[in-house]
């Protein structure tokens, strides 16, 4: 009787108190669930795999890979990324991935002759920049340095410019317009912007669209470890004489063939065409080191650039010209049909720059591993980069799903 009458005052307390009731269902059901995952039967969790994988991978194995990759320069096109396909096709084929080699002829530039000097004002002798990255004491690599190619933009337009210097910072849409705001003509000129914040290409484009007959980027000291700080070797900063290279491309893909594949006898469109639509630079651009580009910055005159465009401690005024500076700016290439890449969904995807026409290396890991899982393994490879050090990573992954997968089998 005594729980009857317990159970009518719950009953009642439920019916006059709605929330109540919401509570006591919520309880039964957390311990409905928390009795299922208690009785459930449990399989291995990500975080042992996880344990698995990283005890079965070796620093060793991937210094490996890496000296052999990096040993010698090879971008796109060189005799030297012959040497790396095979040594890729050898990794993978030792862990029994299946992989192949598919040939494409893309569209890449390399550069034939470079030019660039500065006079401090018209009436002054021009000097030449040497445009040279300086070989470090004891460098092991210092046999092959010869290899490499002039730094350049890849893409970028051939020809010759002239004219005064107008700093930009970092070159954004922004910048332009707090230029063009404050009077300072860029039309005709040549345009200083440091890299950072957006893509080099980006940068060029945009002084283009400002008028600019040519760019200049550089590398702000402000941005790369400060002026009095250690740099490479004895620490990750670039040396003064360190250029930042890359393409200047804004597409995807081979230019000339915008959203199919580059195979060859393929319909492609010209380079003219390319350029009229905005993806290639119309003006010719140079990147220069730190060093060069602080001694540009230094004739510069005009009005004194805004707080957050200045230097860091112990640089120069920044300036916004146009000059007295003025410089003489030649860029000449030479285009080749050669490697570029695409990615696969169910394929891992190594790739490199290899003689003319382009080859690419698939690995189909998605059958080797599971034929109901699919795994791909993003790898960047920049093709006008003279070593990559991404591969030694990518390799060691490899190897250690080949060792877990076997365990579990």
């Not at 299922?36 to 079965?56: D, E, G, K, M, R």
């Not at 029994?96 to 018209?122: G, K």
């Amino acid at each position: 009787m005594k729980s009857q009458f317990g159970e009518l005052r719950l009953q009642k307390s439920v019916r006059s108190h709605p929330n109540l009731a919401a509570r006591y269902t919520a309880a039964g059901t957390a311990v409905l669930v928390l009795l299922f995952l208690l009785l459930a039967p449990s399989n291995p969790s990500i975080s042992t795999h996880h344990s698995l994988f990283l005890s079965v991978s070796s620093n060793e194995t991937a210094a490996r890979h890496l000296q052999a990759l990096t040993r010698r320069p090879h971008v796109a096109g060189s005799e030297a990324n012959a040497a790396v396909a095979s040594y890729l096709i050898d990794i993978l084929s030792s862990a029994s991935i299946p992989a192949r080699i598919v040939p494409y002829d893309v569209l890449l530039s390399y550069p034939v002759h470079r030019s660039l000097s500065l006079s401090p004002n018209l009436s002054a002798p021009a000097v030449a920049f040497d445009l040279v990255q300086e070989i470090y004491p004891d460098d092991p690599f210092a046999d092959v340095a010869a290899e490499v190619l002039p730094s350049f933009h890849g893409y970028a337009r051939s020809g010759t410019a002239a004219g005064h210097v107008v700093y930009a910072n970092y070159g954004r849409v922004e910048d332009f317009d707090k230029l063009k705001a404050s009077g300072v003509e860029v039309s005709g000129n040549v345009v200083l912007a440091r890299y950072g914040i957006v893509y080099r290409g980006d940068i060029v484009r945009n002084a283009q669209i400002a008028g600019a007959v040519a760019a200049i980027l550089y590398t702000d000291a402000k941005d790369n470890g400060g002026r009095s700080g250690k740099c490479f070797p004895d620490a990750r900063w670039m040396p003064p004489s360190g250029v930042q290279v890359g393409s200047v491309y804004r597409g995807v893909g081979d230019p000339t063939t915008p959203g199919w594949a580059s195979v060859r006898d393929c319909e492609r469109v010209s380079v003219d065409e390319v350029v009229a639509s905005g993806v290639m630079p119309a003006i010719p651009s140079l990147p220069v080191s730190s060093r060069d580009g602080d001694a540009i910055l230094r004739t510069i005159g005009g009005q004194v650039a805004p707080e957050d465009w200045q230097g860091g401690k112990g640089a120069p005024v920044y300036r916004l010209g146009p000059g007295p500076g003025f410089v003489n700016l030649t860029y000449l290439f030479t285009f080749k049909y050669t490697l570029d890449y695409n990615k696969y969904s169910n394929f891992a995807w190594l790739s490199w720059q290899n003689a003319v026409p382009r080859e690419e290396l698939l690995a189909d890991l998605a059958l080797w591993m599971d034929k109901d899982l699919s795994i791909v393994f993003d790898n960047f490879r920049g093709r006008f980069l003279s070593r990559n050090l991404l591969d030694s990573s990518l390799f060691t992954e490899i190897n250690g799903t080949r060792i877990v997968k076997s365990m579990q089998q």
